[in-house]
């Protein structure tokens, strides 16, 4: 199942994107730059 986790705002969201992008390879994480909004898929 895919579980939406996060939202975050333009001036954080790109090191929190690096941050669980390099901690964990089960979530996928993707940003979409017009809307500032980060979404992390959590894949089992």
Known sequence: MLEWIYLLQNRIYFVLFEDIFLLS????SYCVNQTHICYIEYSK
């Open 25 to 28: 390879e089960k979530y996928y």
